[in-house]
């Protein structure tokens, strides 16, 4: 397999990398002029058809490293596309991250007359069907929805030019393996093929062998995620304090995001959190897509401060001045770890990461952390102790009842009884800087 570092001798513009001018100027039409790392290491090499394994962490800039040459390709072949059969093939974990991917290329698909369009679970068939079916260029599908939709005869993948994995390990992670095995099966084996991820592990690793030809790897970051721009902090607390404790967290100003196990434990923290005045979202699985969509939004938008996911759910929030992420539920494993916290401390900025901790939980977040390659700062406390103000300082926020009530009825979360809407406004007023008293 052949290995390239990053260039060290940096082309200044995607004109230099080789990038044809049509799509040159639909990025600096979108102001955007300057290539990222990964994209300057990747691009030479994948516009010239080479399978392609680029390692780089979240917010490197994958996207346009594997898009762009997948438009240039298709522009090119000017290959009209036929029904139910793709040009181009991204596979993605999840449905946030899907719609991401689709919502950074259609624009520029658009402007070299390309169609996009994505496939995932959650929403209905008949739409999907029915674009499917006018003929599409590239396809943005998550593995599950995709296999349903060949195993019924509405897409076929042997006119696929291009395919490309993203978040290789983590789709691996979820065990989307055999699916996206029998996918790519599935897909010419003389076509171009890119696989991006964070991590090169074990799984990831046979895939390449697999079903990349002579791949070339570029990595522009350490196979360790970087953690030095985060805070990482424990905190060590009763199980009846848990709750107070990130409350008082949730409710300092800027975007925080919350992290839990499961889809039940996300909706009843978000519940718990509405009922003591901390307007928030959830974010999981059991959503609908359009409260999906809905909730992401708000919190992307600044609209809503909070947000609780789980796991699978947040592999799709690409969200800048996220200031604080609280592991509610520490996870299972260190990969799931970094890929949290790696949701703060983006695009050069520092960021605060607390695990909570109870006294069952102590060896197996010790365990944890030391396979993270950390060292948190453990501290055993109550509501009211001072350094949750320096972990997450101002003044604390609650919403008005009738706020509550309104925007519980909107996150499709649970509305607070009348009994807990009361305790919660009595307790407003009696919150200061440090925590629930």
């Known amino acids: 397999m052949a290995v390239r570092r990053p260039r060290t001798t940096t082309p200044v513009t995607f004109i230099d990398l080789g990038l044809p001018a049509a799509l040159t100027a639909a990025l600096a039409s979108a102001g955007i002029t300057t290539p990222f790392p990964i ?9 010239a058809g080479r399978d392609v394994l680029g390692r780089g962490r979240t917010g490197s800039g994958k996207t346009y490293a594997f898009a762009l040459p997948v438009l240039s390709r298709l522009a090119a072949s000017k290959r009209p596309p036929r029904p139910g059969r793709p040009r181009a093939l991204i596979l993605a974990p999840t449905r946030e991250l899907a719609s991401q991917i689709d919502a950074a290329i259609a624009p520029l698909a658009r402007a070299l007359s390309l169609r996009t369009m994505t496939v995932f679970g959650g929403v209905g068939h008949g739409p ?14 998550c593995p599950g929805r995709l296999e349903d939709h060949v195993a019924a005869g509405h897409a076929r993948l042997d006119a696929v030019e291009v395919t490309v994995l993203d978040e290789a390990d983590h789709m691996t992670d979820l065990g989307f393996l055999p699916a996206v095995q029998r996918l790519l099966d599935q897909t010419p084996r003389t076509g171009q093929r890119m696989l991006f991820s964070a991590t090169l592990d074990a799984a990831v690793d046979g895939l390449v062998k697999r079903y990349l030809t002579n791949p070339v790897t570029h990595s522009v970051d350490p196979a360790r995620p970087s953690v030095t721009a985060m805070s990482h902090h424990v905190l060590h607390v009763s199980q009846d304090d848990r709750l107070p404790v990130l409350v008082d967290l949730a409710a300092s100003p800027g975007r925080t995001l919350v992290f839990t196990r499961t889809k039940r434990r996300a909706r009843t923290l978000t519940r718990h959190l509405v009922a003591a005045g901390v307007a928030a979202v959830e974010l999981h699985g059991n959503l609908a897509q359009h409260a999906r969509d809905r909730n992401l939004l708000a919190f992307s938008a600044g ?24 592991h509610a539920d520490p996870p299972m494993e260190h990969k799931a770890y970094l890929h949290r916290s790696g949701r703060t401390a983006r695009a050069g900025a520092s960021g605060t990461v607390v695990t909570l901790m109870t006294d069952d939980q102590v060896s197996d977040v010790r365990a944890l952390t030391r396979k993270a390659g950390i060292s948190p700062t453990t501290t055993k406390l109550r509501p009211g102790h001072p350094l949750l103000v320096e972990l997450a300082p101002g003044e604390r926020s609650f919403a008005g009842v009738g706020e509550l009530v309104e925007y519980a009825a909107s996150a499709n979360a649970a509305r607070p009884t009348r009994a807990a809407a009361f305790s919660a406004r009595s307790r407003v007023g009696t919150r200061r800087r440090g925590a629930i008293r």
Do not use: F, N
């Open 39 to 47: 994209q300057a290491a990747t691009l030479p090499d994948s516009l």
């Open 303 to 326: 609209k809503v401060e909070t947000l609780v996911a789980t796991d699978i759910a947040a592999r799709g929030i690409h969200v800048d001045d996220i200031a604080l992420v609280i």
């Open 128 to 141: 999907q069907i029915s674009r499917l079916r006018a003929g599409i260029d590239i396809l943005v599908a």
